[in-house]
């Protein structure tokens, strides 16, 4: 059972007042906050064995190659990919899927070709492949979505067929919550011929995700959701896809031989970290898992559900407000309050000391599906506690009250 009390100990932001009032944090989806065993590790790092890795025979330069090779080693642990060949660290989701689009992709996709994705995705898993699309002369597909958010799988045997090369899904959604049947959808793509590439920004830190058991072949997400440094993120992939890819970005450090005119690459995994790596963030990302593992993803997963669910109910006796997404859901709830601009709620609800996000989310046509311009959204994570509701529902009520409604 987990004690959050003792966990928001950990978390020295939390610690402060916003406006006069205690922080409220209710933005974990767009980033998390960090332990203080996180900024220590990184700190640590540059402290004491600063250096650059893999290149120099030297102490320091042998206990930071240590360190962040470790660090590759609890990402395999922590997402149960089967070798650390398969690991690649990259800048964050963004980042991995636009490697996936680029150096599978384009190499894979012609005319007649298909990549299949949803409306709920967020703009960094529809642009690329828009781009790839428009590359290679293949053809974006949407699976439909459900009245509530959600994905029938039906809907997903309807739109894959045998010229999809490509389905690329959330696992959440980082607007509805909703949590998409992942191992299910790459069991349909698989049987079509196609692969299967997950966004997990916003499932790696809240649940427990076991690549090999979904059978994706590649699973991208980013460190500063899941307590992490920012600048950090993972493309885990199968080896027999990644060996045969060609890198992302060419210089030092991803080579094995460089001629005049010709060069070869490094093995997995380094032949896509090209220059410097994020060393540091890497040490954090490390000492950001060892904390998760500590406190376990099952509980984590349990707690924000039940401060969804509690927040729900909430939010549902206040009149007006309209909340989106289905009910079984992730730990966010996103909502709008009639004749309130979600802009609005936000700002008022700052004065108080209370973080949430307001805007499209990065998910525009998916604000177009819900008929909406933005949305505000509380995100919810380990250190949040049912007050933290309390006070962002007396909040929101203030809110609506300063802009003259009468419920």
């Not at 402060?16 to 220590?40: F, M, R, W």
């Not at 790092?45 to 025979?57: D, F, L, Q």
């Not at 819900?370 to 009520?397: C, H, I, K, M």
Request: overall charge negative; hydrophobic content about 40%.
């Amino acid at each position: 059972m987990m004690n959050v009390q003792d966990i928001r100990k950990q978390f020295p932001i939390l610690h402060q007042e916003v406006n006069g009032n205690p922080l409220v944090y209710l933005d974990s989806a767009a980033t998390s906050q960090k332990p203080a065993q996180v900024i220590d590790a990184v700190e640590r790092y540059y402290k004491e064995i600063n250096s650059n890795v893999h290149r120099g025979v030297h102490t320091l330069g042998t206990h930071a190659t240590d360190a962040y090779e470790g660090a590759r080693e609890k990402v395999r642990e922590f997402i149960h990919a089967s070798s650390t060949e398969e690991v690649i660290f990259t800048r964050g989701t963004t980042t991995a899927l636009n490697m996936v689009a680029s150096s599978y992709g384009r190499a894979n996709l012609s005319e007649g070709d298909e990549v299949v994705i949803t409306p709920m995705e967020h703009h960094s898993n529809i642009i690329p492949w828009q781009q790839v699309v428009k590359a290679t002369g293949a053809t974006l597909k949407y699976i439909p979505l459900q009245p509530d958010g959600t994905i029938a799988l039906e809907d997903v045997e309807k739109t894959v067929t045998e010229n999809t090369k490509i389905v690329s899904v959330m696992q959440v959604s980082n607007v509805l919550g909703t949590i998409n049947p992942i191992k299910e959808m790459a069991a349909i793509a698989h049987r079509n011929g196609a692969i299967m590439v997950v966004d997990g920004a916003q499932s790696t830190p809240h649940m427990n995700i076991d690549v090999q058991d979904l059978d994706c072949d590649f699973f991208a997400f980013s460190g500063h959701k899941m307590c992490g440094p920012t600048g950090i993120g993972v493309l885990y992939g199968k080896r027999q896809l990644l060996e045969k890819m060609d890198p992302f970005e060419f210089g030092g450090e991803m080579i094995d031989y460089v001629g005049l005119y010709d060069s070869t690459w490094k093995d997995l995994p380094w032949k896509f970290e090209g220059g410097t790596p994020i060393i540091a963030g890497a040490v954090g990302l490390g000492a950001a898992i060892d904390f998760l593992n500590e406190i376990g993803m099952d509980n984590i997963q349990q707690h924000e559900s039940h401060l969804a669910k509690y927040a729900i109910e909430q939010l549902s006796t206040i009149e007006g407000v309209t909340i989106y997404g289905p009910e079984k859901r992730a730990g966010v709830v996103t909502f709008n309050s009639d004749e309130v601009h979600p802009h609005d709620v936000a700002t008022v609800l700052d004065t108080e000391g209370i973080a949430v996000r307001a805007g499209h989310h990065c998910a525009q046509p998916l604000m177009k599906w819900l008929e909406v311009s933005a949305t505000a959204r509380a995100s919810f994570y380990l250190y949040n506690t049912e007050e933290d509701v309390d006070t962002f529902v007396a909040g929101l009520r203030k809110a609506k009250e300063f802009f003259g409604n009468v419920f």
